[in-house]
């Protein structure tokens, strides 16, 4: 169980990065969605104990990792968004010298465990390959493959899909949810939505520093069951629906233009038809919600 | 009409020129010739014979062998990898993308890196030109003069790499293969000298000249025919033969450029593309495409349809606490460190070089044996050597100290449950064992010269009395040195200027007769064998001194993991226990209290010695 309390920080003296934080997290995949420039980063940071927060504090499994660092990173995997590797090492050396570091120091149990990791984020066949040849996907499965030595009890993955492409963003999640079932709490960071929906089992949203939810995504689409609504309408028409209504997304359809909205409680006019919410929806009309509010 | 700055070409030059200042190679470089044109101007051959050392016929003289001696190999690091490093980094579409012609890339790519050679190159000149102001017992010197030094720099040494850097960028452009340039570079030395011999030397002396692209075969600084009136008046004029032998080293340089131009592809080699097929790595992805959020797999779904093929992570036994573990962690981060020490480029160019100008005199040069020949062999070469251990220390360690930062490494090691010492010392270490590998090497080389010039009997206890005693703890302490400021200033090009800067400062201070040493940690002309064996007069001083040494080396390194970035507590005392932070401050007061208490003595046995 990871439990953040009150977590504050504050760049240069004025820009507020984090805003009092409290979040509860239990085992599985919990997604921390929210734009460019939220606070995600800033947080993976802390929780992987690169960066000293202002206040607050921040518990895993009951073991302070503010004030115990030392101790803390024996619980800890990370994948930060932005990363390298030596080069001029071959991935297999990478491995090994990362297991080394985490104190896996019997050679057959770091052999066995670093066969099984290859065999896992499927890098076998290029176990002998210097990292300098590697693609994004396969430094992101590197980097993933890292992060899981050593039995970490908290899995912080920073931004991962993020410039993958598809195939490899499939791999990747098949990687994390494989993960999930590991009674470890995986903090997932991401901007992409369908990240969160296709693999966490709990997620938040921050924005400007503070969380704006806490729910799973089960529990935040049903927040808006008959509030969505789908129509094919003529293109005039848009910017007055707009106005008057939540427009989560457009698209121009032979010079018509194809509306999906957010109104809760009524139906918008008579060619909207009802349409089943995904967690798209909900992430931007909480954002909406909070803009409106500011 | 176009701009000539805002060209395709002008802005290769430039990214070439901004990438090759943010390399090692280039500053390392430039140290070495300022500190060759040093050497040359207190110690060479002009010196105490009345000879003008800013005389055109010295500096006419001198440029060739220095040319000859150290630059072929820069060349060759230089040279070797522009083209494919862009193929490398996987820069290439992007560049090729552009509308850009291979002539541009390739002409912007070829001057901007030999524009920062040959400015690498004059600092041997910019060196000698500035040391007409500084007076020397023994060294004479003429009115101040500006036009000699270029314009025998850019005949007699620019032109010669000219042809050189053609010949290893063409090589390097068309194999896309650096270590082969690099080969080529180690190499040229047997050529060239296989060339001279066995072709020059029978021939009359102006196809010599003629036919020498590295014009070694004009007249010397030893000429003994010559009175020194002579040479200090005569203006070298350029021969006929000299002009056409330029004019031929500049047309073949050509020649090599339209073959690269020719010959130059910007599509992938076959040999990568079947590299890159042997790895099967979309396994498992077939036809899969990217679908809307609400069509995906659910968790449960995803994990159940894998949950069969899933590879079961084996359980492990950890431990990273206590001492063993500790040492396993250091361990492994030393021979990683160490790992990639050796892949440096420039590790290439700068070893070989280094065990070459350490055993050159021993090599080439009678030896006087005031003790025996082992003693003289180890003390010659100890002197030779302090100055690649200090440039070794230097450049090498500022290097391992930011490489994590650099390559984005940083993060991911950070959060790793490695002591902060361990990342440190490692790196620390690795430079360590690489400056105790030149020192092995040499030693064993010169040994081997000893026997072949049957120069015996060996005494190896020599060779360990010197190495050990001077050069082992002086390189201590500069590596510890240069941590402490690369931690403090944070910038590893800062650091290189501090390290530069004070060391230059002090070697001045030390030729100018203020030599103290308390402020002399390498011993500097502060030593001779006799005092190591205990039938000197200094080695009580010395092995205190050493002491005096270690102890601030141990002093800064404790300082450096005080002051390391990477914070894991603030706390001096944990559990009843001292953290390592505790450690630290502990032990940095206990070296700086030896150090002040060594000092004290090494002052108060100077001041008896005074009189």
Known sequence: MLKIRELTKTYGGNIQALKRISLDVSPGVFGLLGPNGAGKTTLMKILATLLEPDAGTVEINGFDLISRKDKARRLLGYLPQDFGLYPTLTAEQMLNYFAKLKGVTDKEERRALI????ERVNLSGARKQRLEGFSGGMRQRLGIAQALIGQPQLIIVDEPTAGLDPEERNRFHNLLAETAGEDAVVLLSTHIVSDVSSLCSQMAVIRGGSILASTTPEQAVDQLKDSVWEATVPRERVAALKARYQVISSQMLSGQARLRVIAKGLRPSEEFTPAKPVLEDYYFDLVNQRERAN | MRN?????FAA???????????????????LLCAGNALLWWGWGPAVGRGLAINSDFVIAGVLPIYSFLTLPLFTAVFMADPVSRDFRDGIDPLIFSKPISRGEYLLGKFFGNFFVLACCQSAFVLMWFALQAVHKQGVTTQQFKVIPYIKHFLVLVVISHFLLAAFYFAVGALTRNAKIVYGLGVAFYPIYITYQVALLSSLPRYWKLALDPGVMNRGNVHDRERTIEWMNQVVVVYEPDLIINRVVVILLAAIFLTIVYLRFRITERPVKVEAFSVLNLTEGAGGFYYDPPSTEPSLVERFEHHSHEKVLLPGVTRA????????????AALTVEFRLLRAERSFVAVMPLAIFLSIFEVAFYNIPPDVSYSAAYATNTAKLMLLFLLGIAVFYTGEAIHRDREVRMEPVLWATPAANNVLLLSKFLATLVLTCALIFVVGIVAVAIQVLRHHTPIDLHAYF???????????????????????VLRNKHVAYVFSIGTAVGLFYLYSTGYNHWLYNPLLYQLWNYLDLTGAGSNHSIILIHRIYCLAASVACLALAHILFQRKS??????DGHLTDRGWSILLAVVSITTVVGTGWIISSMHAVALP
């Open chain 1, 115 to 118: 066969d099984a990791l290859f």
């Open chain 2, 4 to 8: 000539p700055l805002q060209t395709p």
């Open chain 2, 12 to 30: 290769i030059f430039q990214n070439e020129v901004r990438l090759n200042s943010r390399r090692v190679a280039p500053y390392f470089m430039a």
């Open chain 2, 465 to 487: 009395r010197v190495y050990g005693l001077i050069l082992l703890p002086s390189t201590i302490f500069v590596t510890a040195v240069v941590v402490l400021a690369n931690i």
């Open chain 2, 320 to 331: 990273t606490a206590g001492i063993r573990a500790h040492l396993h962690q250091l361990f």
């Open chain 2, 569 to 574: 507590t603030r706390r001096v005392m944990m």
